[in-house]
Nanobody, 125 residues
Framework: QVQLEESGGGLVQAGGSLRLSCAAS????????TGWFRQAPGKERDFVAG????????SYADSVKGRFTISRDNAKNTVYLQMNSLKPEDTAVYYC??????????????????WGQGTQVTVST
């Protein structure tokens, strides 16, 4: 079992920055991928970014490419999502998720086994 806990959400003005953290505990393996997803009210949960623990390879949704950066600290078992140039449309609950998989970083919600409780990000105009 893997436990995930997000932190770092909050209220920020448009153009501002936030850094989200996802701390993992329990059994983890080098094959694990951690993904960040977000869900706005009345909308589906969408992939934002993902990172592979073993080699740090990353994947981003087009909507955040160039503004968000995902990284990991293996010693702390923590994945970060640095969010810059935030826009009101980035407002959502952000979730981290994990899955043991080799190959391409998956983007589908259904493919991830473990989820955190979510953290709210609100971007004001």
């Amino acid at each position: 079992q893997v436990q995930l806990e997000e932190s770092g959400g909050g209220l920020v003005q448009a153009g501002g920055s936030l850094r989200l953290s996802c701390a993992a505990s329990g059994r983890t393996f080098s094959s694990y991928v951690t993904g960040w997803f977000r869900q706005a009210p009345g909308k589906e949960r969408d992939f934002v970014a993902g990172i592979r623990w073993s080699d740090g390879s990353t994947s981003y949704a087009d909507s955040v490419k160039g503004r968000f950066t995902i990284s990991r600290d293996n010693a702390k078992n923590t994945v970060y999502l640095q969010m810059n140039s935030l826009k009101p449309e980035d407002t959502a609950v952000y979730y981290c998720a994990a899955k043991s998989v080799w190959g391409a970083i998956p983007r589908a919600v259904i493919l991830y086994n473990y989820w955190g409780q979510g953290t709210q990000v609100t971007v004001s105009t």
